[in-house]
């Protein structure tokens, strides 16, 4: 069957592609394979070139050579990257249902000046699961650790982190609604979902390389999903939140794929032993 996917950059492949193929596993991978499975996935070689070279510049890849042949692996800051990944997908999921009614409070005072490191702290606390209780002051359920984030930005001396809970009586639910944008986040789940879900129980038949390149593309949009959704506590959500079923159906999808992807990455994946 033919799945109608939203546009994916070649940067977000590129990490899915490394979280399957390379995390943990200690070893580079040829560029040559990575253009024939993202050619399979759509992606022209020159843009997965493109995206290869501007990773090594940021220091996403490392690169090396072996006779006329070039590979890639992973540095401490791509592999770290990727176990957060990792970590969201298969361990804490995308459903909160273990809070333990613990919050995350972070506040910050930056000079006017300062509006790339505001964009950028803003952006990063986003992708960390915050939301904007008031100017100023953000909050996550549970307990956060953004200490790197903090420290990445050089930010030590703007900026407080708290942990607390709310006081009896405190409406959680309207103080969840008020943060974040409910309906958009709901809305990419069920996006997601009605663009997977049929999969699920089409009867037709892939070729076991086109199960590799559709692997990619459902983990990539998957982490794109849930990075930019925080885990907020389910019994303070509405009862039918889509994320439930968005997950359940990633998951059924990924065990499909899995065999059949896994044997086209022995054939079309060319490796050699990390240094």
Known sequence: MRVTTPALRPQSLLLSFLGDEVLGRGVCVYTGSVIEVFRRAGVGEQATRSTLTRMVARGLLSRRREGRRTYVGLTDRSEAILRDGER????????????????????????????????????????????????????????????GIVAELGLAAHVKVFRARADTGTDIAGMIDETWDLGELAARYREFEAAWRPFVSDDTDITTEDALAVRLRLTSEWLQVIRSAPRLPVQHLPADWPAVGAEETFRAVHGLLDAPARDAARRLIETVPAE
């Open 88 to 147: 969201r997908i298969w361990k804490t999921g995308a459903v909160n249902r273990d809070w333990d009614g613990t919050w995350t409070l972070l506040g910050f005072s930056l000079p006017e000046s300062w509006q790339r490191q505001r964009h950028d702290l803003r952006s990063q606390l986003t992708w960390a699961g915050f939301g904007a209780l008031f100017s100023g002051l953000w909050i996550a359920p549970g307990e956060i650790d953004v200490s």
